[in-house]
């Protein structure tokens, strides 16, 4: 399966943008990104996803490079109710995911 | 949306004895499902995948006899953890495909405690 990097963690203060990288410089053609969240204690939560166009949904876009090496979930503005660690999953055919460490969002008041 | 849903929410039970985890799909028929594990601070790590009217798959490392999964209907999975130790205490965690979408749908999960 390929594999995605992001960062650690990052902050954003409320109500401002916020934009979560994503590396997945070994996608193949077929691979679809699929983000994900999860809330402390709970399962993770389906954010979006998208194949080689930019999508959008109520709850973020998901922005995707070019060449597909790379993508940005974007908050348009982030609430305390959105810090929680937010999963980037490359999906080839199966629905069996393999989860990296994800990115832990810290939403300042 | 599709909904999954796990019982219990949380279980404490004694070390040595069995527990059993139930993973439904409320609204759609699941041939397949997903069980997840996760200790603290980290991420999701896959365990198996739950196949109805067959036999589950199982990630390496995953001992098989010690996890048990039925699938025995479209709409449930069960993993049970038997003999069950301190170490097993961990986050579990199903999840399906949405038939009509193109995304996974995940439990709210399983907290189990082994004492």
């Known amino acids: 399966d390929a594999k995605t990097t992001q960062p650690n963690s990052m902050e954003s203060n409320e109500e401002e943008p916020v934009h979560l990288p994503c590396n997945h410089s070994t996608i193949s053609g077929t691979d679809y990104i699929h983000w994900y969240r999860q809330l402390p204690s709970q399962g993770p939560e389906y954010v979006i996803h998208?194949?080689?166009s930019n999508v959008n949904n109520r709850m973020a876009s998901l922005a995707i490079a070019e060449d597909r090496k790379s993508s940005t979930l974007i908050l348009h503005r982030a609430t305390l109710r959105d810090a929680a660690v937010y999963y980037c999953i490359l999906r080839r055919g199966t629905y069996k995911y393999i989860f990296g460490t994800g990115t832990r969002l810290k939403v300042l008041a | 949306g599709a909904v999954v849903s796990q019982h219990p929410s949380w279980v404490i039970c004694k070390s040595g004895t069995s527990v059993k985890i139930e993973c439904r799909s409320l609204?759609?028929?699941?041939?397949?499902m997903f069980w997840y594990r996760q200790f603290p601070k980290q991420s999701l790590m896959l365990m198996a995948t739950s196949n109805e009217g067959s036999k589950a798959t199982y990630e390496q490392g995953v001992e098989k006899d010690k996890f048990l999964i039925n699938h025995a209907s479209l709409t449930l999975s069960t993993l049970t953890v038997t003999s069950a130790h301190p170490e097993d205490s961990s986050f579990y965690i199903c999840?399906?495909?949405?038939?009509?979408?193109?995304?996974?749908?995940f439990g709210q999960g399983t907290r189990l405690t082994v004492v």
């Open positions: 998208g194949l080689t």
């Open positions: 609204d759609f028929q699941a041939t397949t």
């Open positions: 999840s399906a495909r949405d038939p009509i979408g193109q995304e996974a749908f």
